[in-house]
C-alpha cells in the first residue's frame, strides 16, 4: 500500500495507465485512500485509465467510485466488467457526467439497461462500451415509461466496439441498430441469442472485424454473418453455450 501509494505520487504529470493486475486489492485500496488524503486528490485526478481486470478486488462492497473527485476527472477508459459485486450508481453516473473525455466505458452485470440508458445519454462520446446486463433487472417500474433505448444508441455515432450484453433480455436487442453501420467489433459472448435475433440487426453491421457469438446463433446465423460481414479479420469466434 505504502509503496504503491509512493509509486503513484512520483509519477505524478506522467499519470496514463492503472492497471490492477494481479495487485489484489492494492489497487482499490489506493482508491479509498485518496478519498481519505493517504493519496492526495490532484493523483486521482490525474487517472486516465481504470482497467479492473482482478474480480475479487471489491470484495467488501467498496464503494470505488466515489473516491474520484467530484468536479472534473480526465478518464478516458473505466473497465470493470470483471467486477462481481453491485456498484453505487448515482457515484458512477456522477462520475461519468465528471469525465468528459471517457471513451471507453465497460459496465458489470449488475448495471441494468434502464441505468446503461441513463449512462448513455450523458456520454453521447463513447466510442467503446460494454453493455452491462442489457436486462431490466428487477427495478421495472410498473406504469413507468420506457426510456427510449434507440434514439440513446442513435445518438452515440462514435461507437465501434461494443460488448457486454450478460443478462440479456433480447426484447432490447433491436435497440442497437443505430450504431451497427460504424461498429468494428462486437462480442456477444455472453449472449444466447436466436437465428432471428441475430438477423434482426446483423445485416446492419457491415463494418465488423471482429464478432463474437454463442452457437446459439446456428449455421444460419453464420451465414448471414459471412454474407454481411466482408471486412472481418478472423473468422468468427463461436463460443459453446454454457448450459
Ligand atoms: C478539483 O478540486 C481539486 C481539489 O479541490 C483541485 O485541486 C482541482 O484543481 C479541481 N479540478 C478542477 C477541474 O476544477
Ligand atoms: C458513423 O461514423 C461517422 C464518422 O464518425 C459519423 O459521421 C456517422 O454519423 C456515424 N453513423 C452513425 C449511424 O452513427
Ligand atoms: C469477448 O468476450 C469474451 C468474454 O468476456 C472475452 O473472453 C473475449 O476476449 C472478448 N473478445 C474480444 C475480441 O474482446
Known amino acids: 500500500m505504502d509503496w504503491l501509494c509512493r509509486y503513484f505520487c512520483e509519477l505524478d504529470g506522467l499519470f496514463g495507465l492503472l492497471l490492477m493486475a494481479g495487485s489484489g486489492s492494492a489497487g482499490i485500496l489506493l482508491?479509498?485512500?485518496?478519498?481519505?488524503?493517504?493519496?492526495?486528490?490532484?493523483v486521482i485526478q490525474k487517472?486516465?485509465?481504470?482497467d479492473l481486470i482482478e474480480s475479487e478486488l471489491v470484495e467488501d462492497e467498496m464503494d470505488w467510485i466515489s473516491c474520484f473527485p467530484q468536479n472534473?476527472?480526465?478518464?478516458?477508459?473505466?473497465i470493470f466488467d470483471c467486477v462481481d459485486s453491485p456498484i453505487n450508481f448515482e457515484a458512477l453516473e456522477r462520475l461519468v457526467v465528471n469525465s468528459p473525455s471517457l471513451k471507453k466505458l465497460r459496465l458489470n452485470r449488475h448495471v441494468t439497461i434502464v441505468q446503461l440508458y441513463r449512462l448513455m445519454v450523458r456520454a453521447p462520446q463513447l466510442t467503446h462500451l460494454g453493455t452491462g446486463s442489457f436486462g431490466p433487472g428487477e427495478i421495472v417500474a410498473?406504469?413507468?415509461q420506457e426510456?427510449?433505448?434507440?434514439?440513446?444508441?442513435?445518438?452515440?455515432?462514435?461507437l465501434v466496439c461494443l460488448s457486454g450484453f450478460r443478462e440479456i433480455n433480447a426484447h432490447y436487442l433491436p435497440a442497437i441498430v443505430p450504431v451497427c453501420a460504424n461498429l468494428t467489433s462486437l462480442n456477444l459472448s455472453y449472449a444466447t441469442i436466436s437465428t432471428e435475433q441475430l438477423k434482426s440487426f446483423i445485416?446492419?453491421?457491415?463494418k465488423l472485424q471482429t464478432l463474437w457469438?454463442?452457437?446459439?446463433?446456428?449455421?444460419?446465423?453464420?451465414?448471414?454473418?459471412?454474407a454481411t460481414c466482408k471486412d472481418l479479420h478472423e473468422p468468427v469466434q463461436v463460443s459453446f453455450g454454457r448450459d
Open 72 to 78: 472534473g476527472t480526465c478518464l478516458e477508459s473505466l
Open 203 to 206: 445485416y446492419h453491421c457491415h
Open 31 to 42: 482508491l479509498s485512500a485518496g478519498s481519505l488524503g493517504v493519496v492526495s486528490g490532484p
Open 147 to 158: 426510456p427510449d433505448y434507440v434514439s440513446a444508441f442513435a445518438a452515440c455515432k462514435s
Open 213 to 226: 457469438v454463442l452457437d446459439s446463433v446456428c449455421d444460419e446465423g453464420l451465414q448471414a454473418v459471412a
Open 47 to 50: 487517472i486516465r485509465v481504470l
Open 142 to 144: 410498473q406504469g413507468e
